[in-house]
């Protein structure tokens, strides 16, 4: 008898460790990512394309303009390593091509984005994360811009700064700072604004503004 109830106890015990891993491991308690960010980024694996949110929907658009937020580094985080590999899946697969990708484009309001490097050879992508602008060139050019989250449309812009001096963190915990110049620049100043909930299409509103403005006051100097 005495023997019996110790094995119950013993088997009872067991399963409660069992439980409480799987509602550890349910619950993902210290997760830098919230719990719809998290379905989003476990729902399949690195291999997989993530959906693009677009402007066209009214509750994507809500989200691409809000700004996203810092990212805690650690190169053995699996969800931040997932996240990583789904976007690049995504600005690669054929459906998405472009040039580069950032995580609220993905509904991921986080400081990650993907960026190719026109000005190295073989032009390859690389991950940014917590990238800030130290200082903008006065330098402008005139440049095609589109993107995946606005469909069906391309328009040059003529207030993108010709060169940058930017800094970042690597998905290895390490930091860089460089400058970088022509249209890598673009693709660079295009993903960070992304990540601060801006579009290129605010720019070309406001490039026409100030078009408008100088036309007025033209109009009132003759």
């Given at each position: 008898m005495?023997?019996?109830l110790?094995?119950?106890i013993?088997?009872l015990s ?8 799987k509602d ?6 210290g ?6 960010e998290q379905l989003l980024?476990g729902?399949?694996?690195g ?7 677009k402007?066209?929907?009214a ?7 809000t ?10 985080d699996?969800?931040?390593?997932n996240l990583i590999?789904r976007?690049?899946a995504t ?10 990708i950032a ?7 986080k ?11 073989g032009?390859?992508?690389e991950?940014?994360i917590?990238?800030?602008?130290k200082?903008?060139s006065?330098k402008?050019q005139d440049c095609p811009?589109g993107?995946?989250?606005i469909p069906?449309?391309?328009d ?8 940058i ?8 915990a390490?930091h ?5 110049e ?6 660079f100043?295009?993903?960070i ?6 579009l290129?299409?605010d720019?070309?509103?406001?490039e026409i503004k100030?078009?408008q403005?100088?036309?007025t006051l ?5």
């Open positions: 005495i023997r019996l110790l094995t119950t013993l088997i067991c399963l409660s460790c069992t439980s409480t891993k550890l491991q349910n619950n993902k308690k997760s830098q990512f919230t719990e719809s980024i729902a399949n694996n291999a997989t394309p993530m959906r693009v949110f402007i066209t929907n509750s994507d658009s809500l989200l691409l303009r700004p996203s937020q810092q990212v805690i580094v650690d190169p053995n699996p969800e931040l390593k590999a976007m690049y600005v690669r697969d054929s459906m998405s091509l472009g040039a580069g995580a609220p484009q993905v509904g991921v309001l400081n990650i984005a993907w960026v190719q490097r026109f000005d190295k050879e032009f390859p992508f991950v940014i917590n990238p800030v602008i200082q903008y006065k402008k811009e993107c995946l989250s069906g449309r391309r040059t812009l003529s207030s993108r700064a010709y060169a001096l930017v800094e970042y963190d690597k998905p290895d390490s860089e700072i460089e400058m970088v022509d249209f890598t620049a673009v693709v100043q295009h993903e604004d992304h990540l601060n909930g801006i290129y299409l720019h070309l509103k406001q100030d078009a403005g100088l036309k033209d109009n009132l100097k003759n």
